[in-house]
């Protein structure tokens, strides 16, 4: 067996430390924890969705994401609608107050990004991103034993699985 010091996932979670050291305090100045942050931008970016959208693109379980909303409705940063189509979906939205920390928060944010592409050097960075998208891609392409536990594949489980 590999060493734990050539474990790819743990080089891969250390590197995610090593960057959010950069952008924790940043998000803790704002009282948003990393997850909320991840649904704001990503309401922010691709504009209103169903909560089961919402959590396939932000990586979270249902039961997380569902915490996640209630906390970010009450404190006025998001709404829900129900679709006309039909009345037991949902449809999670920005409200003017999030958007506005939204577009706050990007702004500090852009400024860490930029901070960081030139520690790390413009061409690195761009190579390092690119790199771990074509791994992404690579280890999704690949089957997934499931001999242990009998897990679903889906994006949601493989990024909770992660953290542990």
């Keep these: ?4 010091e050539h474990s790819l996932p743990l080089k891969l979670l250390r590197a995610r430390e090593a960057v959010m050291d950069h952008f924790r305090p940043h998000l803790h100045a704002h009282g948003v924890t990393e997850q909320q942050w991840r649904v704001l931008r990503a309401l922010a970016e691709s504009g209103p969705a169903d909560a089961g959208t919402l959590a396939k693109r932000v990586y979270l379980l249902m039961p997380s994401l569902s915490r996640i909303l209630r906390d970010l409705a009450a404190a006025g940063l998001l709404k829900r609608t ?6 037991r979906v949902a449809v999670i939205s920005l409200t ?3 958007r506005n920390l939204f577009q706050r928060m990007s702004e500090e944010s852009e400024q860490i ?4 592409e030139t520690a790390i050097g413009a061409a690195k960075f761009e190579l390092l991103a690119g790199e771990l998208e074509q791994l992404i891609e690579l280890l999704n392409a690949l089957p997934v034993n499931f001999h242990q536990g009998g897990r679903a594949n889906r994006p949601e489980m493989r990024a909770a699985e992660a953290n542990l």
Excluded: Q
């Design 1 to 4: 067996m590999r060493s734990l």
């Design 82 to 87: 129900r679709k006309a189509a039909d009345g």
């Design 96 to 98: 003017p107050k999030g």
């Design 113 to 116: 990004y930029a901070a960081l």
